[in-house]
C-alpha cells in the first residue's frame, strides 16, 4: 500500500503503553484546516468548551469480546506458544482463524490447545496467508465448554513491541458504553470518555447517540497489503438503528455537527449516508475504503488517536482533514510530546474544504 511518502517516525518512547489517568485528562488536539491557525493544544476534558450546543456526537457501542487462543504443536517437544485470534465458526467443529504472527504452519499439521486439566486438539484443514482453518476433534457444546476455557481478551499488537509495557487491565479496556459484543478490539478513541465527560457533554447541549461497529480481528495486524486503485478494505458488521439514523438526521437538519467518535463510526456512518446526506438505518457488512479523494456526506468532525503513518488509518484521516496538514499534525504531535496508537492521546478532527 502505497500511504504515506514521509521520513516522520513516531518515537518508540511516545507509544503509550498504558491509558492516561483519568482517562479525560489525556491531550486532544485540534485541527482545523480552514483556520488561519489550525492545529492548537487542548485536553479531551474541555470538548464540551470546543464543540458548539446542537452538536451530535456518535459513539461507537460495541464491546470487546475473548477472541484470542493460543496453541501448541503437537509434535516436537516443547515450543513457543501460537497465538491466534477467532475469526468464524465455519461448521460445529471447525473455526476459521487468524494467526497473531506470519508463522509457518504445515496444513495437516496437529495443535494443542492447554487450559485447566483438559486440553484441546485441532488440525490444520487450510492455510492462506495468516488465515487459518481448524478442525477440532470435539463439536458443538462441548467445544463451546472448552473454548470458554482458553479464550483470553486480545491486546493491540504493538504492545509487544515495547520494552515498558504492562499487562493491561481488561475493565479498563472496555468504554463506559460497551453494550454489543462483538468486537476483537475496542474503538480507542472511546476509551477518552468517563461519566463525567458525558455528563458535561449533556449539560453544555451536545447530545449524542450510538451505533454498532465490531472491530473484527484484521485490525489486529500490521497493514496488510493494499493497492492505491482497491476500492475495498475487510468488511466488518455494524447497525444504526432506525432512532439512532433518525436523530442524526433531525441533527443535520437542525445545523448541528455530526461529530464521528472513532474512525469506526466514520466508517458506518459514510457506509450508509447517501448523497442527499440522509443517513439511513444500515444493518450488516460494510468494506468502504476511506483514503484521499473521497466525498465525505456524513462527518463534519471526528475524535481519533494518532495512528502509525503507514496505515490505512492515516490515508482516512488524511483523506478527510488534508495530507499536509496531517503530516504538520504528527510533526507537533511529536514535538509537543503527544502519546501515539490505541493509549495514547486524541485529536480532533475538522472536515477540510476540499473533502466534501
Given at each position: 500500500?502505497?500511504?504515506?511518502?514521509?521520513?516522520?517516525?513516531?518515537?518508540?518512547?511516545?507509544?503509550?503503553?498504558?491509558?492516561?489517568?483519568?482517562?479525560?485528562?489525556?491531550?486532544?488536539?485540534?485541527?482545523?484546516?480552514?483556520?488561519?491557525?489550525?492545529?492548537?493544544?487542548r485536553?479531551?476534558?474541555?470538548?464540551?468548551?470546543?464543540l458548539?450546543?446542537?452538536?451530535?456526537?456518535?459513539?461507537?457501542?460495541?464491546?470487546?469480546?475473548?477472541?484470542?487462543?493460543?496453541?501448541?504443536?503437537?509434535?516436537?517437544?516443547?515450543?513457543?506458544?501460537?497465538?491466534?485470534?477467532?475469526?468464524?465458526?465455519?461448521?460445529?467443529?471447525?473455526?476459521?482463524?487468524?494467526?497473531?504472527?506470519?508463522?509457518?504452519?504445515?496444513?495437516?499439521?496437529?495443535?494443542?490447545?492447554?487450559?485447566?486439566?483438559?486440553?484441546l486438539?485441532a488440525?490444520?484443514?487450510?492455510?492462506?496467508?495468516?488465515?487459518?482453518?481448524?478442525?477440532?476433534?470435539?463439536?458443538?457444546?462441548?467445544?463451546?465448554?472448552?473454548?470458554?476455557?482458553?479464550?483470553?481478551?486480545?491486546?493491540?499488537?504493538?504492545?509487544?513491541?515495547?520494552?515498558?509495557?504492562?499487562?493491561?487491565?481488561?475493565r479498563?479496556?472496555?468504554?463506559?458504553?460497551?453494550?454489543?459484543?462483538?468486537?476483537?478490539?475496542?474503538?480507542?478513541?472511546?476509551?477518552?470518555f468517563?461519566?463525567?465527560?458525558?455528563?458535561?457533554?449533556?449539560?453544555?447541549?451536545?447530545?449524542?447517540?450510538?451505533?454498532?461497529?465490531?472491530?473484527?480481528?484484521?485490525?489486529?495486524?500490521?497493514?496488510?497489503?493494499?493497492?492505491?486503485?482497491?476500492?475495498?478494505?475487510?468488511?466488518?458488521?455494524?447497525?444504526?438503528?432506525?432512532?439512532?439514523?433518525?436523530?442524526?438526521?433531525q441533527?443535520?437538519?437542525?445545523?448541528?455537527?455530526?461529530?464521528?467518535?472513532?474512525?469506526?463510526?466514520?466508517?458506518?456512518?459514510?457506509?450508509?449516508?447517501?448523497k442527499?446526506?440522509?443517513?439511513?438505518?444500515?444493518?450488516?457488512?460494510?468494506?468502504?475504503?476511506?483514503?484521499?479523494?473521497?466525498?465525505?456526506?456524513?462527518?463534519?468532525?471526528?475524535?481519533?488517536?494518532?495512528?502509525?503513518?503507514?496505515?490505512?488509518?492515516?490515508?482516512?484521516?488524511?483523506?478527510?482533514?488534508g495530507?499536509?496538514?496531517?503530516?504538520?499534525a504528527?510533526?507537533?504531535?511529536?514535538?509537543?510530546?503527544?502519546?501515539?496508537?490505541?493509549?495514547?492521546?486524541?485529536?480532533?478532527?475538522?472536515?477540510?474544504?476540499?473533502?466534501?
Amino acid at each position: 500500500m502505497n500511504t504515506v511518502t514521509s521520513t516522520l517516525e513516531i518515537p518508540l518512547h511516545q507509544i503509550a503503553s498504558e491509558q492516561i489517568s483519568p482517562k479525560d485528562a489525556a491531550k486532544l488536539m485540534v485541527v482545523k484546516p480552514e483556520d488561519r491557525e489550525p492545529l492548537s493544544d487542548r485536553k479531551i476534558i474541555e470538548l464540551p468548551q470546543i464543540l458548539r450546543p446542537g452538536d451530535l456526537i456518535v459513539f461507537n457501542d460495541t464491546k470487546v469480546i475473548p477472541t484470542e487462543i493460543r496453541g501448541y504443536r503437537s509434535s516436537g517437544g516443547a515450543s513457543q506458544p501460537i497465538s491466534m485470534f477467532l475469526s468464524d465458526q465455519k461448521t460445529p467443529d471447525c473455526w476459521t482463524v487468524h494467526l497473531k504472527d506470519d508463522i509457518s504452519i504445515s496444513k495437516n499439521e496437529k495443535l494443542t490447545f492447554f487450559k485447566g486439566p483438559k486440553t484441546l486438539e485441532a488440525a490444520v484443514k487450510e492455510k492462506t496467508g495468516r488465515v487459518v482453518e481448524l478442525q477440532f476433534q470435539q463439536a458443538g457444546l462441548e467445544l463451546k465448554e472448552h473454548m470458554a476455557r482458553i479464550r483470553n481478551f486480545p491486546e493491540p499488537p504493538f504492545l509487544n513491541q515495547l520494552p515498558h509495557a504492562k499487562p493491561s487491565d481488561k475493565r479498563s479496556y472496555q468504554t463506559v458504553f460497551a453494550k454489543n459484543e462483538g468486537a476483537a478490539l475496542t474503538p480507542s478513541a472511546s476509551l477518552h470518555f468517563t461519566h463525567r465527560l458525558l455528563k458535561a457533554l449533556d449539560t453544555y447541549g451536545i447530545s449524542s447517540c450510538n451505533v454498532t461497529l465490531h472491530v473484527g480481528t484484521e485490525s489486529l495486524f500490521p497493514s496488510h497489503a493494499v493497492k492505491d486503485d482497491d476500492k475495498a478494505l475487510h468488511s466488518e458488521w455494524g447497525e444504526i438503528t432506525k432512532a439512532a439514523a433518525n436523530k442524526i438526521n433531525q441533527v443535520r437538519a437542525m445545523g448541528g455537527r455530526i461529530i464521528a467518535v472513532g474512525t469506526t463510526v466514520m466508517r458506518l456512518l459514510e457506509s450508509s449516508t447517501d448523497k442527499s446526506q440522509l443517513t439511513k438505518p444500515f444493518r450488516g457488512t460494510t468494506d468502504i475504503f476511506i483514503k484521499p479523494g473521497f466525498q465525505f456526506r456524513a462527518t463534519d468532525a471526528l475524535i481519533t488517536n494518532f495512528h502509525p503513518l503507514d496505515s490505512t488509518l492515516f490515508l482516512l484521516v488524511s483523506a478527510f482533514s488534508g495530507q499536509n496538514m496531517m503530516l504538520n499534525a504528527y510533526k507537533r504531535a511529536i514535538s509537543h510530546n503527544y502519546r501515539f496508537l490505541s493509549f495514547g492521546d486524541s485529536s480532533l478532527l475538522f472536515r477540510a474544504s476540499t473533502s466534501a
